[in-house]
């Protein structure tokens, strides 16, 4: 998506808020799509909630403070390299294996409790 497109949907997403009460998006997209948002006058997270996915650093400077889901991408790096390395040294394709590495809630300012919400 590009920039122009990401500010839009934004706007959109504000403009359609009665619709929604929560958005999950990656940090990146949601530094982008803010803009449309504010210029719309949609408030987080008193009209929108909102998660972030990543948990990249900027998700803390935002204004509120997004609550992001955070993955371990050291853990992921080494479940990915052993893989890969049985894959090369086996060369057998069947063999790999599913792994699920747990994700991690981390709660910041950018969700309003449901019950909340509706008082």
Same mark, same amino acid.
């Given at each position: 998506?590009? *920039?122009?497109?990401?500010?839009?949907?934004?706007?959109?997403?504000?403009?359609?808020?009665?619709?929604?009460?929560?958005?999950?998006?990656?940090? *990146?997209?949601?530094?982008?799509?803010?803009?449309?948002?504010?210029?719309?006058?949609?408030?987080?997270?008193?009209?929108?909630? /909102? /998660?972030? *996915? @990543? @948990?990249?650093?900027?998700?803390?400077?935002?204004? +509120?403070?997004?609550?992001?889901?955070?993955?371990?991408?050291?853990?992921?790096?080494?479940?990915?390299?052993?893989?890969?390395?049985?894959? /090369?040294? @086996?060369?057998?394709?069947?063999?790999?294996?599913?792994? /699920?590495?747990?994700?991690?809630?981390?709660?910041?300012?950018?969700?309003? +409790?449901?019950?909340?919400?509706?008082?």
């Amino acid at each position: 998506m590009h *920039f122009k497109e990401t500010i839009e949907c934004g706007v959109f997403i504000a403009a359609n808020r009665a619709r929604q009460s929560a958005l999950i998006t990656t940090d *990146f997209s949601m530094s982008i799509m803010i803009k449309g948002m504010d210029a719309s006058g949609l408030r987080i997270p008193e009209d929108l909630s /909102i /998660i972030a *996915f @990543n @948990n990249t650093m900027q998700s803390r400077f935002f204004r +509120p403070p997004l609550t992001s889901i955070a993955l371990d991408t050291k853990l992921m790096a080494r479940y990915g390299l052993d893989v890969m390395l049985e894959l /090369i040294n @086996n060369k057998d394709l069947t063999k790999a294996k599913t792994v /699920i590495i747990p994700p991690e809630l981390i709660q910041r300012e950018s969700v309003m +409790p449901f019950a909340q919400k509706n008082t």
